[in-house]
Protein backbone atom coordinates (compact mmCIF):
# COMPACT_ATOMS: atom_id res chain seq x y z
CA UNK A 1 0.00 0.00 0.00
CA UNK A 2 0.72 3.42 -0.47
CA UNK A 3 1.53 6.22 1.95
CA UNK A 4 -1.27 7.72 2.60
CA UNK A 5 -1.61 11.11 0.13
CA UNK A 6 -1.81 14.05 1.85
CA UNK A 7 -2.92 16.10 -1.46
CA UNK A 8 -6.83 17.20 -0.75
CA UNK A 9 -9.15 16.07 -3.48
CA UNK A 10 -9.96 19.28 -4.63
CA UNK A 11 -11.29 18.38 -8.46
CA UNK A 12 -13.84 16.64 -10.00
CA UNK A 13 -14.48 15.47 -13.31
CA UNK A 14 -17.94 14.49 -14.88
CA UNK A 15 -17.99 12.87 -18.18
CA UNK A 16 -20.94 13.79 -20.20
CA UNK A 17 -20.01 13.22 -23.40
CA UNK A 18 -21.90 9.87 -23.70
CA UNK A 19 -24.56 9.49 -26.75
CA UNK A 20 -27.54 8.76 -24.02
CA UNK A 21 -28.77 5.92 -26.69
CA UNK A 22 -31.00 4.47 -23.92
CA UNK A 23 -32.52 7.83 -23.46
CA UNK A 24 -33.37 8.13 -27.26
CA UNK A 25 -35.85 9.58 -28.59
CA UNK A 26 -35.64 12.25 -25.72
CA UNK A 27 -32.08 12.46 -25.91
CA UNK A 28 -32.09 13.37 -29.44
CA UNK A 29 -31.85 16.85 -28.36
CA UNK A 30 -31.73 17.03 -24.55
CA UNK A 31 -28.26 15.86 -23.11
CA UNK A 32 -29.34 12.81 -20.90
CA UNK A 33 -27.68 14.75 -17.54
CA UNK A 34 -30.27 17.30 -18.49
CA UNK A 35 -33.65 15.42 -17.83
CA UNK A 36 -35.07 16.68 -14.47
CA UNK A 37 -36.04 14.94 -11.18
CA UNK A 38 -39.08 16.81 -10.87
CA UNK A 39 -37.78 20.44 -11.37
CA UNK A 40 -33.83 19.42 -10.95
CA UNK A 41 -31.88 18.05 -13.51
CA UNK A 42 -30.14 14.74 -12.57
CA UNK A 43 -26.10 16.76 -12.99
CA UNK A 44 -27.50 19.35 -10.62
CA UNK A 45 -27.91 16.51 -7.85
CA UNK A 46 -24.29 15.65 -8.83
CA UNK A 47 -22.90 18.76 -8.98
CA UNK A 48 -24.63 19.24 -5.27
CA UNK A 49 -23.12 15.64 -4.10
CA UNK A 50 -19.27 17.75 -5.49
CA UNK A 51 -20.05 20.61 -2.95
CA UNK A 52 -21.35 18.96 0.09
CA UNK A 53 -18.14 16.72 -0.50
CA UNK A 54 -15.77 20.05 -0.32
CA UNK A 55 -14.73 20.17 -4.33
CA UNK A 56 -13.54 23.36 -5.48
CA UNK A 57 -13.99 22.85 -8.78
CA UNK A 58 -15.69 20.83 -11.65
CA UNK A 59 -14.51 19.71 -14.76
CA UNK A 60 -17.16 18.40 -17.24
CA UNK A 61 -15.92 16.31 -20.27
CA UNK A 62 -18.29 17.48 -22.53
CA UNK A 63 -19.19 17.28 -26.36
CA UNK A 64 -21.32 18.73 -29.49
CA UNK A 65 -24.84 18.94 -28.31
CA UNK A 66 -24.23 19.07 -24.67
CA UNK A 67 -23.93 23.18 -24.26
CA UNK A 68 -27.20 22.78 -22.22
CA UNK A 69 -25.70 21.33 -19.25
CA UNK A 70 -22.95 23.98 -19.44
CA UNK A 71 -25.68 26.99 -19.44
CA UNK A 72 -27.13 25.92 -16.40
CA UNK A 73 -24.39 26.14 -14.11
CA UNK A 74 -23.51 29.77 -16.29
CA UNK A 75 -25.17 33.78 -15.40
CA UNK A 76 -28.21 34.81 -17.31
CA UNK A 77 -28.19 37.97 -17.20
CA UNK A 78 -32.01 38.63 -19.19
CA UNK A 79 -33.85 35.68 -17.19
CA UNK A 80 -32.66 37.16 -13.96
CA UNK A 81 -33.90 40.65 -15.02
CA UNK A 82 -37.03 39.53 -16.01
CA UNK A 83 -37.23 36.97 -12.51
CA UNK A 84 -36.29 40.77 -10.68
CA UNK A 85 -38.66 42.69 -12.83
CA UNK A 86 -41.65 40.12 -11.57
CA UNK A 87 -40.43 40.03 -8.06
CA UNK A 88 -39.88 36.38 -8.23
CA UNK A 89 -36.96 36.10 -5.57
CA UNK A 90 -36.98 32.46 -4.97
CA UNK A 91 -36.62 31.76 -8.44
CA UNK A 92 -34.24 34.49 -8.71
CA UNK A 93 -31.80 32.95 -5.97
CA UNK A 94 -32.58 29.57 -7.02
CA UNK A 95 -30.99 29.94 -10.51
CA UNK A 96 -28.29 32.83 -9.53
CA UNK A 97 -27.08 29.94 -6.65
CA UNK A 98 -26.44 27.69 -9.26
CA UNK A 99 -23.54 29.91 -10.76
CA UNK A 100 -21.93 29.51 -7.44
CA UNK A 101 -22.02 26.38 -5.96
CA UNK A 102 -18.27 25.61 -7.89
CA UNK A 103 -15.69 26.71 -10.59
CA UNK A 104 -16.78 25.27 -13.56
CA UNK A 105 -14.62 24.08 -16.33
CA UNK A 106 -15.37 22.43 -19.58
CA UNK A 107 -13.17 20.13 -22.18
CA UNK A 108 -14.45 18.51 -24.80
CA UNK A 109 -13.85 14.89 -26.25
CA UNK A 110 -14.29 15.19 -29.28
CA UNK A 111 -15.65 11.58 -29.80
CA UNK A 112 -17.23 9.32 -27.47
CA UNK A 113 -13.95 6.69 -27.59
CA UNK A 114 -15.01 5.07 -23.52
CA UNK A 115 -15.36 6.69 -20.21
CA UNK A 116 -11.11 5.93 -19.66
CA UNK A 117 -10.79 8.06 -22.73
CA UNK A 118 -13.33 10.81 -21.24
CA UNK A 119 -11.43 10.66 -17.83
CA UNK A 120 -8.12 11.22 -19.87
CA UNK A 121 -9.49 14.35 -21.89
CA UNK A 122 -9.22 16.05 -18.20
CA UNK A 123 -5.67 15.33 -17.35
CA UNK A 124 -4.34 19.17 -18.22
CA UNK A 125 -7.43 20.47 -16.05
CA UNK A 126 -6.43 18.33 -13.11
CA UNK A 127 -2.73 18.49 -13.59
CA UNK A 128 -0.67 16.54 -10.88
CA UNK A 129 -3.63 15.66 -7.72
CA UNK A 130 -5.90 13.29 -6.81
CA UNK A 131 -9.70 13.44 -8.04
CA UNK A 132 -12.90 12.53 -7.67
CA UNK A 133 -15.20 11.06 -10.69
CA UNK A 134 -18.75 11.05 -10.52
CA UNK A 135 -21.07 9.65 -13.33
CA UNK A 136 -24.40 10.93 -13.73
CA UNK A 137 -26.22 7.67 -14.29
CA UNK A 138 -25.31 7.21 -10.56
CA UNK A 139 -27.30 9.43 -8.02
CA UNK A 140 -26.44 8.85 -4.41
CA UNK A 141 -28.88 9.77 -1.52
CA UNK A 142 -27.07 9.39 2.00
CA UNK A 143 -26.39 11.14 4.57
CA UNK A 144 -22.90 11.20 3.80
CA UNK A 145 -22.28 12.23 0.47
CA UNK A 146 -21.23 9.28 -1.10
CA UNK A 147 -17.99 11.09 -3.25
CA UNK A 148 -17.70 11.91 0.68
CA UNK A 149 -17.18 8.83 1.70
CA UNK A 150 -14.05 7.54 -1.01
CA UNK A 151 -12.42 11.08 -0.28
CA UNK A 152 -11.87 10.26 3.61
CA UNK A 153 -10.94 6.09 2.67
CA UNK A 154 -8.59 7.78 -0.03
CA UNK A 155 -7.13 10.52 2.99
CA UNK A 156 -6.43 7.10 5.19
CA UNK A 157 -5.05 5.31 2.33
CA UNK A 158 -3.53 7.09 -0.34
CA UNK A 159 -4.50 5.18 -2.59
CA UNK A 160 -7.26 5.41 -5.62
CA UNK A 161 -10.82 4.29 -4.32
CA UNK A 162 -13.77 3.04 -5.97
CA UNK A 163 -17.22 3.03 -5.07
CA UNK A 164 -19.33 -0.24 -4.74
CA UNK A 165 -22.88 -1.55 -4.15
CA UNK A 166 -23.52 -5.07 -3.79
CA UNK A 167 -26.19 -6.04 -6.65
CA UNK A 168 -28.66 -8.17 -6.08
CA UNK A 169 -27.73 -12.42 -7.23
CA UNK A 170 -27.76 -13.08 -10.72
CA UNK A 171 -27.18 -9.07 -12.03
CA UNK A 172 -23.47 -9.80 -11.88
CA UNK A 173 -23.36 -9.98 -15.41
CA UNK A 174 -24.22 -6.33 -15.76
CA UNK A 175 -21.52 -4.79 -14.15
CA UNK A 176 -18.02 -3.99 -13.17
CA UNK A 177 -17.23 -6.71 -10.24
CA UNK A 178 -14.59 -6.44 -7.30
CA UNK A 179 -13.19 -9.21 -5.79
CA UNK A 180 -10.92 -8.60 -2.82
CA UNK A 181 -9.79 -8.84 0.46
CA UNK A 182 -11.92 -7.20 3.77
CA UNK A 183 -9.75 -4.59 5.95
CA UNK A 184 -12.81 -3.22 7.17
CA UNK A 185 -17.26 -4.14 7.82
CA UNK A 186 -17.09 -2.13 4.09
CA UNK A 187 -13.50 -1.88 3.18
CA UNK A 188 -11.63 -4.09 0.80
CA UNK A 189 -8.28 -4.05 -0.71
CA UNK A 190 -8.75 -4.95 -4.32
CA UNK A 191 -7.08 -7.69 -5.86
CA UNK A 192 -8.89 -8.27 -9.25
CA UNK A 193 -11.75 -6.45 -11.46
CA UNK A 194 -13.76 -8.43 -13.89
CA UNK A 195 -15.70 -6.27 -16.23
CA UNK A 196 -19.18 -7.97 -16.80
CA UNK A 197 -18.22 -11.62 -15.65
CA UNK A 198 -19.76 -14.56 -17.78
CA UNK A 199 -23.19 -15.34 -15.87
CA UNK A 200 -22.59 -17.99 -12.94
CA UNK A 201 -18.34 -16.97 -12.70
CA UNK A 202 -18.34 -13.72 -10.31
CA UNK A 203 -16.09 -14.05 -7.24
CA UNK A 204 -18.21 -11.61 -5.45
CA UNK A 205 -21.95 -9.24 -6.20
CA UNK A 206 -19.54 -6.06 -5.49
CA UNK A 207 -20.33 -3.93 -8.71
CA UNK A 208 -18.42 -0.73 -9.64
CA UNK A 209 -20.84 2.11 -9.67
CA UNK A 210 -20.09 5.85 -10.76
CA UNK A 211 -17.92 7.36 -7.55
CA UNK A 212 -13.88 7.21 -8.01
CA UNK A 213 -11.04 8.87 -6.36
CA UNK A 214 -8.10 8.24 -8.81
CA UNK A 215 -4.42 9.18 -8.45
CA UNK A 216 -3.07 11.30 -11.06
CA UNK A 217 -0.74 8.49 -12.42
CA UNK A 218 -4.01 7.28 -13.62
CA UNK A 219 -3.65 9.45 -16.51
CA UNK A 220 -0.17 7.85 -18.09
CA UNK A 221 -1.69 4.46 -17.56
CA UNK A 222 -4.69 5.52 -19.52
CA UNK A 223 -2.54 6.91 -22.04
CA UNK A 224 -1.23 3.76 -23.33
CA UNK A 225 -4.25 1.94 -22.21
CA UNK A 226 -5.54 -0.16 -25.34
CA UNK A 227 -8.81 0.28 -26.57
CA UNK A 228 -10.87 -3.03 -25.06
CA UNK A 229 -14.70 -3.92 -25.02
CA UNK A 230 -16.69 -1.91 -27.56
CA UNK A 231 -13.60 -0.69 -29.41
CA UNK A 232 -13.55 2.04 -26.62
CA UNK A 233 -11.01 2.92 -23.93
CA UNK A 234 -12.44 1.58 -20.83
CA UNK A 235 -11.73 3.10 -17.43
CA UNK A 236 -11.96 -0.50 -15.12
CA UNK A 237 -8.72 -1.64 -17.72
CA UNK A 238 -6.69 1.55 -16.84
CA UNK A 239 -8.20 0.32 -13.28
CA UNK A 240 -6.43 -2.71 -13.66
CA UNK A 241 -3.36 -1.56 -14.08
CA UNK A 242 -3.53 1.37 -11.31
CA UNK A 243 -4.35 -1.73 -8.68
CA UNK A 244 -0.99 -3.84 -10.13
CA UNK A 245 1.03 -0.91 -9.54
CA UNK A 246 -0.43 1.03 -6.72
CA UNK A 247 -2.40 -0.49 -5.31
CA UNK A 248 -6.58 0.15 -5.16
CA UNK A 249 -9.75 0.03 -2.42
CA UNK A 250 -13.03 -0.31 -3.00
CA UNK A 251 -15.82 1.16 -0.73
CA UNK A 252 -19.18 0.17 -0.24
CA UNK A 253 -20.99 3.04 -0.21
CA UNK A 254 -23.31 4.10 2.42
CA UNK A 255 -27.04 5.89 0.62
CA UNK A 256 -29.94 4.85 -1.70
CA UNK A 257 -28.63 3.99 -5.08
CA UNK A 258 -30.60 5.12 -8.33
CA UNK A 259 -29.29 4.06 -11.67
CA UNK A 260 -30.88 7.24 -13.61
CA UNK A 261 -29.20 5.76 -16.92
CA UNK A 262 -31.71 3.19 -16.87
CA UNK A 263 -35.43 3.59 -18.16
CA UNK A 264 -36.61 2.08 -14.61
CA UNK A 265 -34.30 3.41 -12.52
CA UNK A 266 -34.97 6.77 -13.85
CA UNK A 267 -38.39 6.68 -12.73
CA UNK A 268 -37.99 4.86 -9.75
CA UNK A 269 -35.66 8.06 -9.03
CA UNK A 270 -38.02 10.92 -10.15
CA UNK A 271 -40.43 9.24 -7.99
CA UNK A 272 -37.78 9.17 -4.82
CA UNK A 273 -37.24 12.69 -5.24
CA UNK A 274 -40.36 13.76 -5.27
CA UNK A 275 -41.31 12.19 -2.43
CA UNK A 276 -38.88 13.58 -0.29
CA UNK A 277 -40.43 17.56 -1.84
CA UNK A 278 -42.57 19.12 0.94
CA UNK A 279 -44.34 21.17 -1.76
CA UNK A 280 -45.53 18.10 -3.79
CA UNK A 281 -45.11 14.96 -1.46
CA UNK A 282 -49.30 14.86 -0.51
CA UNK A 283 -50.34 15.44 -3.58
CA UNK A 284 -47.30 12.68 -5.72
CA UNK A 285 -48.56 9.92 -2.77
CA UNK A 286 -51.99 10.22 -3.22
CA UNK A 287 -51.16 10.04 -7.15
CA UNK A 288 -49.33 6.99 -6.96
CA UNK A 289 -51.59 5.08 -4.69
CA UNK A 290 -54.37 5.79 -6.53
CA UNK A 291 -52.49 4.48 -10.03
CA UNK A 292 -51.62 1.42 -8.01
CA UNK A 293 -55.04 0.65 -7.34
CA UNK A 294 -57.04 1.08 -10.88
P1 LIG B 1 -22.74 5.23 -20.50
O1 LIG B 1 -22.31 4.31 -21.57
O2 LIG B 1 -23.60 4.72 -19.41
O3 LIG B 1 -23.50 6.49 -21.07
O4 LIG B 1 -21.45 5.94 -19.91
P2 LIG B 1 -24.03 6.88 -22.47
O5 LIG B 1 -23.14 6.39 -23.55
O6 LIG B 1 -24.26 8.34 -22.41
O7 LIG B 1 -25.47 6.21 -22.47
P3 LIG B 1 -26.13 5.02 -23.27
O8 LIG B 1 -25.54 3.77 -22.71
O9 LIG B 1 -25.83 5.24 -24.73
O10 LIG B 1 -27.58 5.20 -22.97
C1 LIG B 1 -21.33 6.30 -18.54
C2 LIG B 1 -20.91 7.76 -18.41
O11 LIG B 1 -19.71 8.03 -19.12
C3 LIG B 1 -19.87 9.10 -20.02
C4 LIG B 1 -21.38 9.21 -20.25
O12 LIG B 1 -21.74 10.54 -20.56
C5 LIG B 1 -21.95 8.72 -18.94
O13 LIG B 1 -22.05 9.78 -18.00
N1 LIG B 1 -19.10 8.82 -21.24
C6 LIG B 1 -19.15 7.58 -21.80
C7 LIG B 1 -18.33 9.81 -21.80
O14 LIG B 1 -18.27 10.95 -21.31
N2 LIG B 1 -17.61 9.53 -22.92
C8 LIG B 1 -17.63 8.30 -23.52
O15 LIG B 1 -16.93 8.11 -24.53
C9 LIG B 1 -18.42 7.30 -22.93
Known amino acids: MSEPSAKKVRKAVVPVAGL ?17 LVDVPSIQIIVEECVAAGIEEVI ?44 FVSVRQGEPRGLGHAVLCARAAVGDEPFAVLLGDDLLDAEVPGIRQ ?35 PRELRVRKLIEKPAPGTAPS ?9 LPPEIFEILETTPAGRGDEIQLTDGLETLCARKGLYGLEVEG ?20 RRDDIRVEVRAGLEKLLRS
Do not use: C, N, W
Not at 25 to 33: D, G, I, R
Not at 205 to 213: E, K, M, S, T
Open 150 to 184: LIDLHARTGTGVVGLKEVPVGQEHLYGIIDGERTA
Open 256 to 275: QRFDVGDRAGYVLALVHYAL
Open 205 to 213: RLAIIGRYV
Open 60 to 103: FVTARGKSAIEDHFDRAPELEALLARRGKKEDLAAVRRLTELAR
Open 20 to 36: GTRFLPATKAVPKEMLP
